[in-house]
Nanobody
């Protein structure tokens, strides 16, 4: 599967952005998609994930209540709606996918899109 992320940009603290991740190729077997982020000088961290069937979701504690992950199966696209953004949300955001049913194991996300930069100014 190939992944194409978009939607990043510059926003003021308290603002909102919506990221999109369009999948192509062998999409029918994708079990789950996720968003990860990497801030300057830090390791990549999990943000949110969603199953393509059944719609189960998972979030990092740092974004619960502010971010919402969703999917449009017809468009093979996963979204990350980010509200109440904080300067500490500044990072390159990556979308990822896994064919493995153990979708809550972060290390099983084998397919990655290019990152999209989100900058939150204070």
């Amino acid at each position: 599967v190939q992944l194409q992320a978009s939607g990043g940009g510059l926003v003021q603290a308290g603002g909102s952005l919506r990221l999109s991740c369009a999948a192509s190729g062998r999409t029918s077997s994708v079990y789950a998609s996720g968003w990860f982020r990497q801030a300057p000088g830090k390791e990549r961290e999990f943000v949110a994930a969603i199953r393509w069937s059944g719609g189960g979701t998972a979030y990092a504690d740092s974004v619960k209540g502010r971010f919402t992950i969703s999917r449009d199966n017809a468009k093979n696209t996963v979204y990350l709606q980010m509200n109440s953004l904080k300067p500490e949300d500044t990072a390159v955001y990556y979308c990822a996918a896994t064919y493995d049913s153990r979708w809550l194991i972060r290390g099983l996300y084998d397919y990655w899109g290019q990152g999209t930069l989100v900058t939150v100014s204070s």
